[in-house]
């Protein structure tokens, strides 16, 4: 092939061409990672995971509102609202029939009018004498529906062909949260192996699905694995040093006392791990293509090469590290505002169980992060073209 020849091919290409022996390179790397998930995903399959019925505290129906009584709230009682509803029973025990139910109480209780779509928990044996029904909560069904119907719309519209890959990735990813992640976490299994094995499987069905099953998606790929195996043995090690239970908030002390075989700390690590691949693929995917297309110009080195990509990954960073910051800060919005009104040192409240976790999630995070950019880019170009990378190397010389 002519040096013309060769420079047009790359022109119009995601990046330079990887030799042969560079794909078997990348494919002996990640093989055998791609099999010890599918293995590990094999071993530790929940199947079909049943709920103990003493566990459940009842059954779940759907109902509709037909009528509110109200009555004056006895004096003195924080209640807002007192009284019933007539709710018709649409789905679940009792389907069909018509119940007596109290108007719901609380903060953040729904406040109930006539055509209300209603969830239900039916626990008869609940309260000796008390109403069998209990609301629960609202139907948002159909406004959901239609909700995740705009958003496809709208990465279809924009995305085609990728953003149909993308939502294959998503539908991927959210299958094996709630078929494997999920239920092998109630079934007893290790926490962080479910997650780390879960979270592998996720990157590989999601990113290749995304992006194709190329060189530079490989490459991305093995920086996500390495940042994630790195993000995990900090959480491990840190959650260790700073005596975390993983018991910091109502749910998860509801969640062990409910489900007693269940590891809070483990399960803490598990939700670190997952909660960095979202940020991790993203990064790892940019540095990647921007190796590619660095390198399909030619006229560098690889030293220069890796130098111009890090310039790129430092301002990606930047973001993502005020993204991840962010994001936790909101999650945390209520609990900011509890910390703002009172009148603890704030040195006690940080250091405390609720706020150490939100921290160790932040900066384990933050540092798997950064730790991304440096290894993909090195990755990205050993595995560059090494006629493009190196113009002073022959034309005819093989990888």
Same mark, same amino acid.
Request: hydrophobic share 50%.
């Given at each position: 092939?002519s040096?013309g020849q060769h420079g047009h091919?790359h022109?119009?290409g995601p990046?330079?061409?990887?030799s042969?022996?560079t794909r ?6 990640l093989v055998p ?6 293995i590990a995903?094999?071993v530790?399959?929940p199947?079909q ?7 459940r505290?009842?059954?779940r129906?759907l109902g509709?509102v037909t009528?509110?009584a ?5 004096a003195?009682?924080a209640q ?5 509803a007539?709710?018709r ?7 069909g ?8 109480q ?6 109930l009018e006539v055509?209300?779509d209603?969830?239900?928990?039916y ?7 008390g109403?069998a029904y209990?609301?629960v909560d609202?139907q ?7 909700l995740v ?5 709208v990465?279809l519209a924009?995305?085609r ?5 993308? !939502? =294959?990735g &998503?539908?991927?990813?959210f299958?094996?949260?709630l078929? %494997?992640v999920?239920?092998?976490? *109630?079934? $007893?299994?290790?926490p962080?192996l479910?997650?780390?094995v879960?979270a592998?499987?996720i990157m590989?069905?999601?990113l290749y ?5 190329t060189?530079h998606t490989s ?5 996500? !694995? =390495?940042? &994630? ?5 900090l959480?491990a090690v %840190?959650?260790s040093l700073?005596? *975390?239970? $993983?018991v ?7 969640l062990?006392?409910t489900?007693g075989?269940?590891?809070?700390r483990g399960?803490l690590l598990?939700?670190?791990v ?6 991790l693929d993203d990064?790892t ?5 921007t190796v590619a297309e660095?390198?399909a ?6 030293? $220069?090469?890796y130098?111009s ?6 301002a990606h960073v930047g973001?993502?590290v005020?993204?991840?910051v962010?994001a936790?800060?909101?999650?945390s919005?209520?609990?900011?505002l509890?910390?703002?009104a ?14 150490a976790?939100?921290?160790l999630r932040?900066?384990v ?6 730790a991304?950019?440096?290894?993909t880019?090195?990755?990205a170009?050993?595995?560059?073209d090494?006629?493009t990378?190196v113009?002073a190397?022959p034309?005819?010389a093989?990888?």
């Open positions: 092939m040096d091919g022109a119009h990046g330079p061409a990887a042969r022996r078997r390179i990348v494919a002996a790397a990672a791609a099999l010890a998930t599918l995903l094999v530790l399959w199947g995971v049943e709920t103990p019925p003493e566990r505290g009842g059954e129906a509709t009528a509110v109200e009555q004056a709230c006895p003195g009682a807002q609202r007192c009284g019933s007539t709710v029973i649409t789905d679940g025990p009792g389907a029939g018509t119940q007596t139910v109290d108007l719901p609380g903060p953040g209780a729904p406040r055509g209300d209603l969830v239900l928990l626990a008869p044996d609940a309260v000796p004498g109403p209990t609301v609202q948002r069904s159909t406004p959901l529906i239609w119907a705009l958003a496809v719309a990465i924009f995305g062909w990728r953003g149909l890959r993308s !939502l =294959a &998503l539908a991927v990813s299958g094996i949260l078929y %494997f999920l239920p092998a976490i *109630l079934d $007893g299994s290790p962080l479910v997650a780390v879960g592998s499987a590989f069905a999601a699905l995304t992006h194709g099953v060189v490459v991305a790929v093995a920086g996500t !694995l =390495a940042s &994630l195996v790195l993000t995990g043995i959480g %840190f959650t700073l005596h *975390l239970s $993983g910091g908030s109502d749910d998860t002390s509801y062990s006392a489900q075989d269940i590891d809070p399960l598990a939700g670190i997952i909660g960095a691949l979202g940020v990064v995917v940019t540095q990647a293509v660095m390198a110009g030619g006229g560098r080195t690889r030293w $220069g090469l130098r990509a890090i310039r790129v990954g430092r973001s993502a005020n993204t991840i962010l936790y800060a909101g999650a919005l209520p609990l900011l509890l910390i703002a009172g009148s603890d040192p704030v040195g006690e409240l940080l250091t405390g169980e609720y706020l976790q939100e921290i932040s900066a995070g933050t540092i798997g992060l950064v991304s950019v440096p290894i880019t090195a990755l170009v050993l595995v560059a090494a006629g990378a113009p190397r034309r005819h093989r990888l």
